[in-house]
């Protein structure tokens, strides 16, 4: 008889760990004995799962110490003794809690894989289940090292994301989608792959070679993020004695922000007036290619372009880069950890 695989199980809350009474969707311990059971009863061949709670919360209330809180908690576990991992979460940050993984562990040598629901499990329409019970298929049937995001959206296709890519869900549709696009769709074949060149091939997913990461013992929140708009006022945001040691820059879509404005609408201005600040800003392709005036004028006032990544992976990754110790934080951004650079590469699509 073969051997059931063993899964360790990590319990956060979230609306997949949530239950619904009177209106009020509220976390409730009780829901992964529920997921179990529920996925038990699904005929599927048996799994050994052991069971961990880091903390118990609805997601919207998590915050950097929290990742560190999952992350030592999968150091504290032999993780040679499973098969994989299961990391149920909310959906509200997964992202970042999927990107923090990513930067706060070696790269594992078995799957890690986050999952997370849109109802509260036995709600009409909730993907709970299928996701939970597409993750412990993808672990079982792939043993693809790695950190994973498994989601089912709304045109019932279950989607595969590299969690260093994973975007915040659209409100409308509760859908996920990845920077750049997924690694593939998850179905009773297996793991269906189109030609993506912008993905990492199979071949260096089950080859990982581990590097040691470096270690963050706490998050002092110094961090801040903006998203540009028309009309932002930088006037309003005082940074001169404050905590920030750095700050992300979301701009258009391509790198392109306010730079002529008056009255402190100009990010330029903003930029040079804070030179004790580190300034970040996205949204660039290729900064040795053409460039606007005012990607170029932000560049020359300070301003440091991160090349092809997404918003949600740079700002976890600026938190993990001002926290540690080995590097100094525009050297921590350089480096890749797994994927989150999104990068052309030859690659044919098939089935496994």
Known sequence: MEKAAKIL??????????????????????????????????????????????????????????????????????????????IAHGSDTLP??????????????LPIVLVAANYAIGEPNSNAISNFSASVDFICNLKLPGFYVIYENSDHQTYVHLASRLQEADWLKDDFTSFGEPLGIFDTRG??????????????????????????????????????????NYQYINLVGGPVRAVLHSLYHCGSGNVSGDHGTSLVNFIKSNPQIDHYMISYKNIHGDLYASCHQLIKAGGIPLE?????????????????????????????????YVRASKENGFVI
């Open 191 to 232: 793991l269906c792959c189109t030609p993506a060149p912008r993905n990492p091939t199979m071949q260096k997913l089950y080859n990982p070679a581990p590097e040691d990461v470096p270690q963050v013992k706490a998050f002092r929140n110094e961090i801040l993020a903006l998203r540009a708009y028309p009309g932002l």
């Open 308 to 340: 092809n990544i997404s918003f949600e992976a740079a700002l976890t990754k600026l938190n993990f880069a001002y926290n540690q110790q080995e590097y100094s934080p525009q050297n921590y951004m350089r480096r890749e950890f797994f994927y989150e």
């Open 96 to 109: 970042y809690t999927g990107a923090a993984l990513c930067y706060g562990l070696e790269a594992p040598l």
């Open 9 to 86: 199980l990590l319990l956060t809350g979230g609306t997949i760990g949530s239950a619904v009474s009177d209106g009020c969707i509220d976390v409730d311990s009780s829901r992964g004995d529920d997921l179990l059971s529920i996925y038990q009863s699904l005929g599927k061949p048996p799994v050994d799962f052991e069971i961990f709670r880091p903390y118990n919360m609805l997601s919207e209330n998590a915050e950097p110490q929290h990742w560190l809180q999952i992350i030592k908690a999968l150091q504290s576990f032999d993780l040679r003794n499973y098969d994989g991992v299961i």
